[in-house]
């Protein structure tokens, strides 16, 4: 009987995909939770808007999310900055913490910091605030406990601007244990069936044009919650954009185990009120 009442569940992730279906379920359970933090999004940007008034239009904008990751996010600062790639405006979204001294700050006109007025525990939404807030052709990501290698944009770009080049592309990851050493290096081709069934993307090494559907979804996830944000942003912006792979790892991606970070083995496969899936 268990392996009848299952048979349709698992009939569905064949035909659509396990993150297809949690992406599903997510939306409709946490549906109140976004329309909030769409309100609180609205806000922040208009009150934040004047600080960044004098951003310049660069080629492309860097969108660093941050929060209570004062060495780590001073690093990952300066990884940006020296980009060989020069023609870029960096702004670092603080999720309501605290930013360190200013002081601490490179001293360079392309670089903006702001906090929102209080913690919102949603990456999607402090990383729309810093989309929302620059001006730019493309837009690139980074997090605060990550580092680019010096070429990371520029390879990017290269791609991007190319006659028939894609309109989104992400780079390998070389993966980091918590100890400075080495895991693997992650570079897999871009499918949308694989996506579907693999959460190989990840917006650290996503560089994209500039167009109404490069945004973040506005879900409140716990460390519970499959798919991630980074997932979800880059299928969606393949359904009318190009994506493409670039195999080269130009971003130092550390598991951080005091943070979130991609499993990237499939795991078990039950969502709350699947069957199967264990009492909630």
């Known amino acids: 009987m268990r392996r009848i009442v299952r048979a349709p569940w698992e009939l569905l992730k064949l035909v659509f995909g396990w993150l297809v279906l949690f992406e599903a379920a997510n939306k409709l359970r946490l549906a109140p939770s976004a329309v909030r933090l769409r309100r609180f ?3 922040e940007v208009r009150r934040l808007a004047p600080l960044t008034a004098d951003a310049p239009s660069a080629l492309v904008a860097t969108v660093i999310a941050t ?12 990884s940006a900055l020296t980009q060989t790639e020069a023609d870029q405006v960096v702004i670092v979204v603080d999720d309501g913490a605290g930013l360190p001294e200013r002081s601490r700050f ?3 006109p392309r670089l903006f910091t702001v906090s929102l007025s209080r913690n919102c525990g949603t990456a999607g939404v402090v990383r729309n605030v810093g989309i929302r807030l620059t001006r730019s052709r493309y837009t690139a990501f980074l997090d605060d406990d990550n580092l680019w290698e010096p070429d990371h944009l520029a390879r990017a770009l290269a791609a991007l601007r190319a006659p028939g080049g894609p309109d989104g592309v992400y780079t390998a990851l070389r993966r980091v244990r918590a100890d400075g050493t080495e895991q693997d290096v992650l570079s897999v081709p871009f499918s949308r069936r694989r996506s579907a069934r693999e959460s190989f993307l990840d917006t650290n090494a996503f560089v994209a044009r500039r167009t ?9 996830r716990t460390p ?11 299928r969606r912006y393949s359904r009318r954009h ?13 598991m951080n185990p005091a943070s979130y970070f991609t499993a990237w083995d499939e795991p078990p496969v039950t969502v709350p009120g699947s069957p199967g899936a264990p009492p909630s």
Request: charged letters at 35%.
């Open 106 to 108: 490179p001293d360079d």
């Open 212 to 220: 109404r559907a490069l945004h973040f979804s506005r879900l409140r």
């Open 41 to 43: 999004e609205d806000a």
């Open 242 to 254: 190009r994506v493409a792979h670039l195999p080269e790892p130009t971003v130092r991606y550390l």
């Open 67 to 78: 929060h209570r990751r004062p060495e780590a996010l001073l690093h990952a600062i300066r």
């Open 224 to 234: 519970e919650v499959l798919p991630r944000e980074d997932w979800e942003l880059i």
